[in-house]
């Protein structure tokens, strides 16, 4: 937030600031210390010249990215490229930061739209952009394996390829076998466990996915310079009982080391 809110001001001629949100807003208690326990930030718009914008912006800021190890994630086009009209935020995002790659949504887990011409045309016009600025698009398995099989049967690039997210492949589509199918174009994983009942994003080992066969599919693919675990101890779920006693300190401990047992 610090580096695109004078983004904004400098490029885009509008004003934002900034502020805590959440936990980290109300300064919590944990462990008998008054420590911030998270980091989020809500945008605000202060000057825009078309008003409309403005949700947008907010919408781009918050939702659309955020920067992790130096990769940023960006979750393109909320209801995907196969239903929404283009935008613009891939530019305000990419060309500011040096980005090596940006893993994307072209679905969305609520709904399957049809596998459409625009969509194809929409991704081909990204793919081009990332060629352009040398920045790896990394298409994540939602919940539709028939269109990533379209775009990557229509698209070639070096820069097209595939992040494997194990806990969507278990509980929306078992039987795909993400990382044989597309372990050669394999750029990023976001790696969590389930009971195939629910996207639960539990730590490794806390479910029923078997990890043994994912590392040993891993070890098939395209190597990667960092193993990325998406968990989360904060769900209401049955299984998240599991880490209710556990302070956020313990949970990344434990997450750390289970991690470890992936490599």
């Not at 939702?63 to 530019?91: A, H, N, P, W």
Request: hydrophobic content about 35%; some cysteine; charged content about 30%.
């Amino acid at each position: 937030m610090q580096d695109f809110c004078p983004h904004l001001k400098e490029d885009c001629d509008t004003g934002a600031v900034f502020y805590p949100a959440g936990s980290g807003a109300e300064n919590l208690i944990v462990q008998n210390a008054s420590l911030q326990i998270d980091l989020d930030y809500n945008p605000e718009i202060v000057r825009c010249e078309d008003s409309e914008d403005c949700g947008f912006i907010k919408k781009c800021a918050g939702r659309s990215c955020r920067v992790f190890d130096g990769c940023l994630y960006c979750l393109q086009r909320y209801k995907g490229i196969f239903v929404q009209t283009e935008t613009q935020e891939d530019r305000i995002l990419f060309e500011h930061y040096n980005i090596p790659t940006v893993v994307m949504h072209i679905t969305r887990l609520s709904s399957k739209p049809k596998v459409t011409q625009i969509g194809l045309e929409r991704m081909k016009r990204l793919v081009d952009f990332s060629e352009k600025k040398k920045i790896n698009l990394a298409l994540e398995n939602l919940d539709s394996i028939q269109h990533l099989d379209y775009i990557y049967e229509n698209i070639k690039s070096e820069y097209l390829g595939f992040c494997y997210d194990s806990g969507h492949e278990y509980f929306n589509h078992r039987d795909a076998d993400c990382l044989s199918r597309y372990g050669n174009k394999l750029f990023a994983v976001h790696l969590d466990d389930n009971c195939g009942d629910d996207d639960t994003h539990l730590l490794p080992y806390d479910g029923d996915i078997n990890w043994d066969i994912i590392k040993q599919k891993l070890k098939k693919c395209n190597d990667l310079r960092y193993l990325t675990l998406e968990v989360d101890f904060n769900r209401n779920h049955k299984k998240s009982s599991l880490y209710k006693d556990l302070s956020a300190n313990e949970f990344v401990a434990l997450a750390y080391k289970r991690i470890l047992l992936l490599k």
